[in-house]
């Protein structure tokens, strides 16, 4: 169990460490036992520190989790709804955090409450990845003709003469993030220059955002427009996962976990973009800053509610 603590909040001081775990609350559980009811609010993070539990979305397993791996993020960062029953495999010995827990620790153990969102924000991005790819290998796909809207003649053309395209805009960015529930508590921080992170863009079309297998350079919030993601099943078929709206973050999966790119993105006619480079995202992931803590928590709200929505996706093939 220590090797796991120490793993987990890799980069934090020992002393910190054990003084920190006054905001935690140890608990074990007995294989059969439920730990996490889909449909109930209960916004409290679990950390397993030994043992296997299996995670269960609309009466379908759709993973299993063990030790140093981390479940709850959507309850305690974003207080939803759970979105999975978890169920105990074995005896499991696990760590919880609360909501009131984690605000402490943002007071008094601000690299401890880093170290937990950073966590949590590669735990639940690796899981959008994995149940993506179990997506992709479950389903058939469509030809990518009829799920990609490509431009008409009349759209190619007036790219050429510089009539549309991709390109930078003016957008009023704080306006946007303050809309998305993603980013929740902006109105109130928008003075700590959350805006300045962002350009923006225009795209049309049939344009791609992002393709799978690139190396990502940038993730996106969606300010205006629609946007398709869509994920290769082969021989030029493409499975949809999800069409992305006003709000909505893409992108992020392959920059928290800097891998290549999972899916890819494409526009379903006019959209505007706020785009966050790779070189800023570095430089906030582990700051211990208001503004890293805001951008964190963005990301592990939006992560939370793509898995909600994959895991659904995954549970129906799974039927079948």
């Known amino acids: 169990m220590d090797s796991v603590l120490s793993a987990f909040f890799r980069g934090v001081s020992s002393q910190d460490i054990e003084q920190a775990m006054r905001h935690f609350e140890r608990v074990s559980a007995a294989p059969g036992e439920v730990l996490m009811q889909e449909g109930e609010r209960d916004p409290c993070l679990v950390l397993v520190l030994d043992g296997v539990v299996e995670v269960s979305a609309g009466g379908v397993p759709v993973g299993r989790a063990g030790p140093g791996e981390v479940l709850g993020e959507l309850g305690l960062f974003a207080g939803v709804k759970r979105s999975a029953r978890v169920v105990a495999l074995s005896p499991v010995h696990l760590l919880l955090l609360t909501a009131s827990e ?25 899981r959008v990845r994995a149940v993506g790819g179990r997506v992709a290998s479950a389903a058939a796909g469509e030809p990518l003709s009829k799920i990609v809207s490509w431009p008409s003649f009349v759209e190619r053309f007036a790219r050429l003469v510089g009539g549309a395209g991709r390109g930078e805009v003016d957008i009023h960015v704080d ?11 902006c109105e109130d921080e928008v003075g700590l220059g959350l805006s300045e992170l962002f350009t923006a863009r225009r795209y049309v079309r049939g344009d791609f955002l992002c393709r799978e297998g690139e190396e990502a350079d940038a993730l996106y919030v969606l300010a205006f427009g629609e946007v398709d993601v869509v994920i290769g099943t082969g021989r030029a078929r493409a499975e949809p996962l999800a069409t992305l709206k006003a709000g909505d973050v893409l992108g992020q999966v392959a920059m928290v976990l800097d891998t290549p790119r999972m899916a890819s993105c494409v526009a379903r006619g006019e959209v505007l973009v706020l785009v966050l480079s790779r070189e800023v995202w570095q430089a906030h992931a582990g700051a211990v800053t208001p503004r890293a803590f805001l951008l964190r928590r963005a990301m592990i709200r939006s992560l ?17």
């Open 175 to 185: 306006r946007v993030l303050c809309a998305s529930s993603h980013f929740q508590g």
């Open 102 to 126: 984690y605000r402490r620790l943002r007071e008094r153990f601000p690299p401890v409450a880093v170290a937990v969102e950073v966590r949590s924000l590669q735990a639940v991005a690796a």
């Open 304 to 320: 939370a509610s793509q898995l909600t929505g994959a895991n659904a996706k995954l549970s129906l093939y799974l039927r079948r």
